[in-house]
Every structure is written in C-alpha cells, then in structure tokens.
C-alpha cells in the first residue's frame, strides 16, 4: 500500500488554495505565479462574517473557499474534476485512485487534525495537494509557512476530512486536467478581472465587498466589547490577517502584483490605476493589522477607533480600483 507521483514540482506558496492549483497545474504544464492564479480564478474579496457559530468576528480577503478553483478551471478551460462523499471509505479510494496512476489530488479540510499544522484553529476551508501515500502516512504539498513539502498520519489525514462545522465540505477531493493542453492565460485576463470587479462593486448583502469594509469600519471599534477574551481574540485575528491573509494585506499584495504582471501584458490606464490603487490598499490593510495587534496587547479601544477610520478609507480607495478596472 503505496504510491507516489512521479516529478512533482511541490511548490509551497503563501495561501493554500493557490498552492494547491499551482501543484495540479504545473503537472498539467502550466506554470503560473500565484498572483496569476489567484487574479485568474477572481479570488480577491472581503466577507466580513459574524456568527454565533464562531464566536468572534472573521475578515476574509478571498472568495469563499474553492470558488477560486471553480473560478479558475472555468476561466481557463480546464477540466475539473470534483468528488465528496460522506463515506471515509469512499473518500479514501476517490484519492488514492487518481494518484495510483500519477495524478496528483487537491483536499478541502479542517487543518485542525494535520499532523504538522503550526497553528491549532480550526479551519474547514483548507486546501492542500496530495501526491503519495505508504502505510503511515500521506504526503501533502501546503503553502510554504507551513513547510511545503510535508506529510501526515493517514489516520490525521482521515479526521481533517471527516470534519464538520463551518467551510467544511463532504470529504472534498478534485483533479484538474488538460485534455487540450495547457491554455494561453493572457487572454483570460481582462474577463477574469471583469468578473471580480463586477462583484466586488455589486456584492448581493452588506457584509462583502466594499460594503463589507466599510461595515467592518463601523464594527472593529466595538471589538473590545466582544467574546470571552476579546485581547487574545484580537492578537489572534491580527496575526491572522497579516500571516494567513484573512482580510489582510496578503490578497490584496497578491492581487496587487496580478495587476502589475498583467499592466506588462495589456497596455492599460484602467490597469495601471487600479494597481497603484491596490498599492496604497495592501499598505493600509497592514496598518489595520498592526492597530488591531496594538489594541490587544494594551486593551485600549483607540486603537480599533484608529483601525475603524483606515478601512473607511480603504472601502473608498478598493471601490475606486475596481470602478477603474471595471472599465477595461
């Protein structure tokens, strides 16, 4: 009982998802930067999501978890290829199939239960890429903080799976091919930027989008009121933002150089604002990371005030970037 794909470029980027894409992809032959992956796919976004099924508020940057790779194998034309199930057994053989005859798989799971995983919070919407497995264990290409190139207990594996709760998907693995071979992505990305602003600007309910910054801007300084903890509560989210990219800096960095390496493809005004725009965004997203971190170390409100008056700022400033990219 073992199996390994052969070649494999295992890559460790700086988010999940992407790495993930990037490992199934470059086995196809297309090699894309991360920024492209995630401009390509329309991953940016904002959700700001409060619930008392997670206890404290949560800002996420991206698209909810596996429309990026929707997104993406659909902009792109390729094929892709889903499967979940609520049988551990069957979840078992729709991975070891594909990678029994050298095709590597991509899992959605709760990085809770992985062996190597540094951080012990539960999350459903996590994505790696499996390419092997012996007896013991699996072995899994995360994004690089992470360690890359890692491995689990296939009884760990079994549980991260298994999980329920919120993002968490059925036993979720996929494949991706090219039955065409690899695609010409510059052609992909006006529509792929398109697409993103269009939500972005017209998102369906107030807490996503624009909308969802600016209603983040009013609730941020009322955090100190919240949940058991709200110091360590906030010390964890700001670490969050800033290191894993949920409604930090990291996406809006990624989706910055997107527009930079697209800006040397398609000679654009519309582009080259809304890159400079994205620019000032990721700046002022590390600020409010940074206030937010202060205010719970010192337990002082004025900083989540401060931290309320930046995202005003940065609802404008990302709606005027999209407006301006919306235009292509």
């Known amino acids: 009982m073992a199996a390994m794909v052969k070649d494999l470029d295992a890559r460790g980027m700086q988010h999940c998802e992407t790495t993930a894409l990037g490992v199934l992809l470059r086995h196809e ?16 976004s904002f959700v700001y999501w409060d619930s008392k099924a ?16 929707r997104n993406l194998t659909a902009n792109l034309g390729l094929e892709l290829v889903v499967a979940e199930t609520t049988s551990p057994r069957k979840a078992w053989q729709n991975v070891a199939a594909p990678i029994d005859v050298g095709r590597p798989v991509g899992l959605q799971l709760d990085s809770y239960h992985l062996d190597y995983f540094s951080s012990r919070v539960h999350f459903g919407g996590h994505v790696v890429a499996m390419y092997g497995y012996d007896a013991q264990d699996a072995y899994l290409v995360d994004t690089a903080p992470q360690g890359g190139a890692v491995s689990t207990g296939l009884a760990a594996l079994a549980r991260a799976r298994a999980e329920r709760g919120p993002m968490t998907a059925k036993h979720r693995s996929f494949t991706i091919s090219a039955p065409g071979g690899p695609p010409r992505p510059e052609e992909r990305i006006i529509p792929a930027i398109k697409t993103c602003a269009e939500v972005f ?9 624009h909308r969802g910054i600016d209603k983040a801007a009013k609730q941020v300084p009322k955090w100190l009121q919240r949940g058991d903890d709200p110091r360590d509560d906030l010390t964890r989210t700001a670490v969050l933002m800033e290191r894993a990219g949920t409604g930090g800096a990291l996406f809006r960095n990624l989706y910055r150089d997107f527009l930079a390496e697209s800006a040397q493809l398609i000679d654009s005004g519309h582009l080259r604002a ?36 930046v995202l005003h700022d940065l609802s404008r400033v990302e709606r005027e970037a999209m407006q301006a990219l919306n235009r292509l």
């Open 29 to 44: 032959g297309l090699d894309l930067s991360e920024p492209m992956l995630l401009g390509l796919g329309s991953g940016l």
């Open 274 to 309: 809304g890159h400079a725009l994205y620019a000032e965004a990721a700046a002022l997203w590390t600020q409010v990371a940074g206030l937010i971190g202060t205010a719970g170390e010192s337990g002082d409100a004025t900083h989540l005030v401060q931290a309320g008056s």
């Open 54 to 69: 997670i206890g404290f508020p949560f800002l996420g940057g991206r698209v909810r978890p596996f429309e990026l790779t």
């Open 201 to 209: 600007l017209n998102p369906p309910i107030a807490n996503l989008g």
